[in-house]
């Protein structure tokens, strides 16, 4: 079986650009992905659908098809539709695809999982018909649905993102339900100088927000006390903002305060992680290049820290010029020459992030949910019992596993895990960088007896020398 | 007891395809239905109109596509005897699909 110089998880635009790089630099690279096709979410898709999805889409999707071709020109292995369930160092990746579990041998490992919505617990959110933002993204790119007369709840710059493909597309959203006060984009001012830099997405943005104002989207603004319920299914929204009660009727109500990096598989293999603060969120812990506390793993794109689509091309570059480099295949002064470049554009893409994270923090009362509120959603554990459970003593994430089931499930905490810290931190007093986060364990993904039965026992071990 | 589906003011479903496409026969607990050929799985059973796909195990709670990026397992059918994020998945014409926990299904509460 081949050792590759490099394995990469996630095809996402980091990614595949470290793949590019990685080839070009001469490296055998192996890159692995869940999806039947390359683009992680932000690019789902790229490159196969019909010219009117395309447009509707806009100019920042198309981006994806110039690297997905590029990609598609380059000399790496792919491996679509494989499920990563384990990481031991070595390296030896263990995936599910095509119904048999198999091995990657690999010198270098770098994760690219990118990003996933923050967990946005409010009443009524586990009813069908809710779903997060990101995911009426992707039902748009890969399968050209759009909901009709939904209402956006949270905030964030691809909440106007998504209105904006939904009137193109002849589906209005009902409204757009926005947390954000007026105080949080006074405080995000401070940081406006700085996000200058990144003008073009300024521009972007305010111009995705005249779209909406041109089609009369009714927008309100600092909502607070938001609730969703019906009979089974989502049927209308409630929420106060300016002084009043609201109540908006429909089927799908779709939900965003900003996205945090995936960490699920960079945690399975023991990567330090620290709190970010203002991203408030858990970031591997690396070095400039990418390279995480474990030797040979190295984390870029979303996943390292958000910062966008194209930022996570220039880490996926910058990552796969330091592995080229770790393993003796350019000088370390080429590798600095050919990262300057993805250094600059990286410096740029990341001036934005103070401002935006400013202006569009998470909502409060999805971080500190109602004591009815379920927040783990595989195994309905309410806000509430992570409270009392605390205050019978439960100190951490792990310890809450034990006393509610809480992260038990089969998301294995994706979901609750960043809700569970925060509830705790609040309940005892504590930073969340004290709490921590529950410690995950492989496999990542379920694998079925069946599946590891048809590992080819004998293919994996042989090694070509 | 058969669920209604109870429109709200606008008539139709609650997706709607740009460009519908021709669909395939498959089994849903048992009884045939049409999704979009190729399709991805979760997608199309929401351009179906079935948002409600499973019963929570712990308190038959209606559950449906959530993330559609094989984060939240809210997904999860039984297809062809295993269960399996249908959001992972492909519309393949024949494949027996059943919804967890839901009323004439083996594992109702």
């Known amino acids: ?79 679509p539709n494989a ?119 300024l521009r972007e943005g305010l111009g995705l927000m005249r779209e909406i104002a041109r089609a009369g ?66 970031v591997p812990v690396r070095d400039r290049w990418g390279q995480s506390d474990v030797e040979g793993l190295w984390i870029a794109g979303d996943g390292a820290g958000i910062a966008g689509a194209i930022a996570a091309e220039c880490q996926g570059r910058i990552a796969a010029l330091g592995i080229a480099a770790r393993l003796g295949r350019i000088s370390p002064d080429l590798r600095d020459r050919q990262a300057q470049a993805a250094r600059r554009a990286l410096s740029r893409e990341t001036a934005l992030r103070p401002f935006l994270d400013t202006a569009y923090p998470p909502l409060p009362e999805a971080l500190s949910p109602h004591d009815d509120t379920v927040i783990c959603r595989c195994e309905e554990v309410t806000a509430g019992a992570v409270r009392r459970a605390a205050g019978l003593g439960c100190l951490g ?7 509610e089931r809480v992260g038990m499930g089969p998301c294995q905490g994706r979901i609750c895990g960043l809700s569970v810290t925060n509830l705790l931190a609040e309940a005892h007093g504590q930073s969340a960088e004290a709490t921590g986060y529950f410690r995950i364990r492989p496999p990542i993904k379920p694998v079925t007896l069946g599946e590891l039965a048809a590992l080819d026992i004998a293919a994996q071990t042989r090694t070509d020398t | 007891m058969r669920r209604i589906w109870r429109c709200s003011v606008k008539t139709g479903l609650p997706f709607r395809n740009l460009e519908p496409a021709g669909t395939v026969e498959l089994r849903l607990d048992g009884r045939p239905v049409r999704l979009t050929a190729g399709a991805n799985l979760a997608a199309a059973l929401l351009e179906a109109g079935l948002l409600h796909l499973r019963a929570s195990p712990v308190s038959n709670a209606p559950r449906g596509p959530f993330c559609m990026m094989g984060v939240c397992f809210d997904c999860l059918v039984e297809v062809n005897g295993t269960r399996r994020q249908a959001c992972l998945l492909s519309v393949e014409e024949g494949m027996e699909i059943v919804r967890p926990g839901m009323a004439g299904t083996d594992d109702a509460l």
């Open chain 1, 397 to 403: 994430p792990n310890q809450a596993k034990a006393f």
């Open chain 1, 217 to 282: 989207v009714p927008r309100y603004r600092a909502a607070r006390d938001i609730s969703i319920d019906g009979q089974d299914r989502a049927e209308r929204v409630r929420f106060r903002a300016a002084g009043r009660s609201h109540e908006l009727s429909c089927d799908i109500v779709l939900l965003h305060h900003g996205v945090v990096p995936h960490i699920q598989a960079a945690r399975s293999a023991g990567v330090a992680h620290r709190w970010d603060a203002r991203q408030h969120a858990f």
């Open chain 1, 1 to 79: 079986m081949t050792r590759f110089d490099l394995g990469i998880v996630g095809a996402g635009p980091a990614g595949l650009s470290a793949a590019i790089t990685a080839a070009e630099a001469g490296l055998s690279v192996a890159l692995l992905d869940e999806q039947p096709g390359p683009g992680g979410q932000i690019y789902r898709a790229a490159g196969t659908i019909p010219a009117a999805r395309r447009a509707i889409l806009g100019d920042s999707y198309a981006r994806g098809e110039t690297l997905i071709e590029a990609a598609a020109q380059a000399d790496i292995t792919r491996f």
């Open chain 1, 83 to 201: 499920q990563l369930w384990a990481i031991e160092t070595g390296f030896r990746v263990s995936y599910t695809q095509d119904g048999a579990a198999a091995i990657l041998q690999c010198e270098q490992l770098l994760l690219a999982t990118g990003a996933m919505e923050r967990p946005m617990p409010l009443p009524g959110w586990t009813l069908p018909g809710v779903m997060g933002v990101g995911a009426a993204q992707i039902l748009l790119k890969q399968s050209g649905l759009v909901a009709e007369g939904a209402v956006l709840v949270g905030c964030g710059p691809l909440i106007y993102l998504t209105a904006a493909q939904m009137l193109r597309a002849g589906a209005a959203p009902r409204a757009l339900v926005e947390t954000q006060s007026r105080g949080d984009m006074a405080r995000a001012l401070r940081h406006l100088p700085g996000a200058l830099r990144g003008w073009r997405s």
